[in-house]
Every structure is written in structure tokens, then in C-alpha cells.
């Protein structure tokens, strides 16, 4: 995996995929806010994994649970249970920020937002697939030119992927998902490439949907705009 030549990032991407207690680790669960319910998540489901394991552990905390001795079934349910976990900007948004900085830059906030003014614990909240993958700081990538550390905007912007491995015949990435995939929580997925020369459109997405359809031509769709995408200051 190239991402491995970039150490902390790669880190955080195994810190998401096996969040532990003990000799337990899971990956991480999907969690949005559902704002119209009220209903609200510890860091509003764009945590770092620490973040997110001290949200568990004050949780469980309170309840009396010993995180420890629950198997990987019972951890999970706790975590999804308590409203624990990352989505899939949230995600996107520590794994780039980590990336920016481990390739000599500042964070990607400050040109994100285009602002410091952001509260202490990690500006993140602020971030969503859409803003990650816009015109406004981003530029459309050919598949010929692709990059670790790129990301694929989906749903017209309702979802995006990070791009973590590129081969000779295929493309891998992470994201977290939930009702989209047939995998949920931070996974990764495969791309094998058809015709370099095309877009993702044509390509073999081995990642299934919940019914088995496949997820990429279900939900990749560059006439309203998907397309692999790269921030302008990269």
C-alpha cells in the first residue's frame, strides 16, 4: 500500500480500522448526526480515533461496562448503540489534514475554511463531503494521473473516498459508510482498472452494496459531477 510511505497517515487509517479495548479492536462504526431528530454523536462523528476511544470510555464509564471483556459483536453495539463513530467526511477530513501536514504542510484547514477561527478541539466538525470536493478547492484528476491522497466525490457530493494504494491494475481506497455498502464503518475498497484511459465509470468496483449491486456504478455518476478530485495547493 503506498499510503504506508507517508507513516502517521497510514497510522491514523489503522487506528480508525481497529479501534481497541484490550485485546478487542474493530473498526470503527459509521455515525452521522441527525440534526433534524437532535440527535448528536461524542465530536459530532468526525473524531480521531483517541477522540472517539475517550468518548467509549467515558460512556462506558458511566454505565458500569468494562469495555475490555466485550467481544468484537459487543463492542461494535456499544459504539453504535452510544451514537460512537466517524463519517465518512469526518473521516476524509483527518486522514487529508494528517496527510498535508506529513507532506510538509500546515493542515488543510486554514485554505478549507479560509479561516484559524475554529474551537480547540478539532475544526473537522465544519467539514463535509461536498466542501472537501468542491470546485472552490479542488480540480478534477485524469485516472491516468492519479495520486495517493486523492478522493473520489460520489452522490453529486453527499460521499467521498480517500485514495490509499495505486497499481499497475487497480485503485484502493477507504471511506465509512453505512446504508451505502454492504461493509460498514471505516473499510476499504478496490477499483480494478479496465482501461487507464477511461473514467471510474467503466471500471470494475469490487465493493458491493447492501442487495449486491455493485457500488460504483451505483452511485458513481460523473454527469452530476463525480469524479476523482485533488485540492488546488497539492
Keep these: 500500500m503506498q499510503l504506508k510511505k507517508y507513516p502517521k497517515t497510514y497510522k491514523l487509517l489503522v487506528d480508525y480500522m481497529q479501534i481497541g479495548f484490550g485485546e478487542t479492536t474493530v473498526n470503527c462504526p459509521y455515525w452521522i448526526n441527525k440534526l433534524a431528530k437532535g440527535m448528536r454523536g461524542p465530536y459530532s462523528g468526525k473524531g480521531t480515533p483517541s477522540q472517539i476511544k475517550h468518548a467509549a470510555s467515558l460512556r462506558a464509564s458511566k454505565l458500569g461496562i468494562d469495555l ?22 469526518g473521516l476524509v477530513y483527518n486522514l487529508v489534514d494528517c496527510f498535508d ?4 504542510g500546515q493542515g488543510v484547514a486554514p485554505r478549507l475554511f479560509g479561516s484559524l477561527d475554529f474551537p480547540d478541539w478539532n475544526p473537522a466538525w465544519r467539514a463535509n463531503a461536498d466542501k472537501l470536493t468542491s470546485h472552490q478547492v479542488t480540480r478534477k484528476v485524469e485516472l491516468t494521473n492519479v495520486h495517493v491522497g486523492d478522493l473520489i466525490r460520489l452522490q453529486n457530493g453527499k460521499h467521498v473516498l ?10 484502493s481506497y ?34 458491493a452494496t447492501p442487495n ?13 459531477g463525480d469524479s476523482l478530485r485533488r485540492f488546488t495547493w497539492w
Excluded: M
Design 212 to 224: 449486491g449491486a455493485s457500488f460504483g456504478q451505483k452511485y458513481f455518476n460523473p454527469v452530476v
Design 101 to 104: 501536514k506529513e507532506k510538509g
Design 162 to 171: 480517500f485514495v490509499v494504494d495505486k497499481t499497475s491494475g487497480s485503485l
Design 174 to 207: 477507504v471511506h465509512s459508510s453505512r446504508l451505502l455498502t454492504k461493509v460498514t464503518g471505516v473499510h476499504l475498497g478496490k477499483i480494478t482498472i479496465i482501461d487507464w484511459g477511461k473514467g471510474l465509470e467503466v471500471q470494475n468496483w469490487l465493493e
Design 68 to 89: 475490555t471483556r466485550l467481544s468484537q459483536s459487543g463492542l461494535l453495539t456499544f459504539l453504535k448503540q452510544n451514537r460512537i463513530g466517524i463519517d465518512c467526511s
